[in-house]
């Protein structure tokens, strides 16, 4: 039910693939930028149809659009918090970034998912206490649905690889 690989989400053929967005919905870098450049201006008019519509995506929200010439259907954009050591509800915005972005998924009959690792990077969310949150987001939901299948975290470097797979382990949850 819960995979773990060290690679480049914008490889994996999935139903979904989750973007660490930022609240314009226009891209930026990392894996925003990333997913946007691979996926090609398809995923770009979606947002831009978003933003119009709602003016972008709030912290710890979840919209979905197309996923361009990526190999996954859709691409669910959440922004996750800036890291402020701990002094603005950082660690409930991650996890609700988490929990809608399975929800929309189950909204949309989505039965594959692969999540980056939402706030690590530039917004230099603690990475262990990430790996925390995002285990035991998707560990509880899991439990509570059938219609997702299947979710992959997706790590960019051997740091958050290794705490994802000691705290999967730690779970049983780790499909190998």
């Not at 891209?27 to 090609?40: F, L, M, N, R, S």
């Not at 119009?52 to 918090?81: R, Y």
């Not at 530039?122 to 925390?132: E, G, L, N, T």
């Amino acid at each position: 039910m819960i995979e773990l690989i060290k690679g480049d989400i914008t490889k994996i053929t999935v139903d979904a693939i989750v973007n660490a967005a930022n609240t314009s919905l226009l891209g930026g870098g990392g894996v925003d930028g990333a997913i946007h450049k691979a996926g090609g201006k398809a995923i770009l008019e979606d947002c831009q149809k978003i933003r119009s519509k709602q003016g972008g995506c709030k912290v710890s929200e979840a919209v979905i659009t197309t996923a361009g010439k990526l190999p996954a259907k859709f691409v669910i954009h959440t922004v996750g918090p800036v890291w402020n050591n701990g002094n603005n509800n950082e660690e409930n915005l991650l996890a609700a970034a988490y929990l809608n972005s399975l929800r929309l998924a189950s909204q949309n009959a989505i039965h594959t998912i692969s999540f980056p690792n939402i706030s690590t990077g530039i917004y230099r969310f603690p990475k262990d206490k990430a790996a925390q949150i995002a285990v035991q987001v998707v560990s509880d939901f899991l439990a509570t649905t059938d219609t997702i299948e299947k979710v992959i975290f997706v790590c960019f470097d051997d740091e958050n690889y290794t705490l994802y797979a000691k705290l999967l382990n730690q779970k049983d949850l780790y499909n190998k």
